[in-house]
């Protein structure tokens, strides 16, 4: 589930934060959080995180896991590396039994926001129908998940998750097994999607279960 909020508060269980080489020589960043500020100019200091695209290091503040995620500048950025690193560091081993995670854009332009969207639904999807876990295994699942985007909530970007839920649909059906997702079960996902849509008429093919 995907929520959006107009700036970073750092109340959740864990922060992604996306910052580019300009942020970090400006030490202009995306959030107001001095403490967080002064982490992130001490490793830049030592040389433990240089922004990078690409780069994920993770760190502890104040009892919340704190992932930075270099980036490539505005004007150098390729929307597919953006995926790339915003998959790879929700990922990552220090996300992996946190359950509400916050992302911090470096850009809130229109298709950054969406391409972060897509990282979040289709970068963490994972086929477990017929998995079960261990007892000890306190790991969550992206789509167990809850991430709260710092930029205001549009229209476009509601559209963007209803295409990532489409597209996770589509990879559903065809995991899993032949004998399950047979043609009359295909007709069932159809009309459960279209029930109750305007200007939708369902056609019932003869002899059909859902009549």
């Known amino acids: 589930m995907i929520y959006y909020r107009s700036s970073a508060k750092f109340d959740r269980h864990a922060s992604v934060i996306l910052i580019d080489k300009d942020q970090i020589k400006s030490k202009k960043f995306a959030f107001d959080n001095?403490?967080?500020?002064?982490?992130?100019?001490?490793?830049?200091?030592?040389?433990?995180?240089?922004?990078?695209?690409?780069?994920?290091?993770?760190?502890?503040?104040?009892?919340?896991?704190?992932?930075?995620?270099?980036?490539?500048?505005?004007?150098?950025?390729?929307?597919?590396?953006?995926?790339?690193?915003?998959?790879?560091?929700?990922?990552?081993?220090?996300?992996?039994?946190?359950?509400?995670?916050?992302i911090v854009l470096?850009?809130?332009?229109?298709?950054?926001?969406?391409?972060?969207?897509?990282?979040?639904?289709?970068?963490?999807?994972?086929?477990?129908?017929?998995k079960s876990k261990a007892k000890d295994d306190k790991t969550v699942e992206g789509k167990d998940k809850k991430y709260f985007i710092a930029a205001e909530s549009k229209k476009i970007y509601e559209d963007a998750v209803k295409i990532c839920a489409g597209v996770n649909l589509t990879r559903d059906l065809v995991n899993d097994n032949a004998d399950t997702v047979t043609s009359d079960y295909i007709e069932k996902v159809i009309h459960q999607l279209v029930k109750g849509k305007k200007h939708i008429t369902w056609c019932y093919r003869r002899n059909s279960s859902l009549q």
């Open 34 to 102: 001095r403490t967080l500020k002064g982490q992130i100019d001490a490793l830049v200091q030592s040389n433990q995180f240089t922004g990078e695209d690409g780069q994920v290091f993770p760190l502890v503040l104040d009892k919340k896991v704190i992932v930075l995620a270099g980036v490539a500048p505005s004007k150098d950025m390729s929307l597919t590396a953006l995926r790339v690193t915003v998959r790879k560091a929700l990922l990552s081993s220090s996300l992996n039994r946190v359950k509400e995670i916050e």
């Open 106 to 130: 470096h850009d809130k332009k229109d298709q950054v926001v969406k391409a972060v969207i897509e990282a979040i639904l289709i970068g963490t999807y994972v086929w477990s129908k017929y």
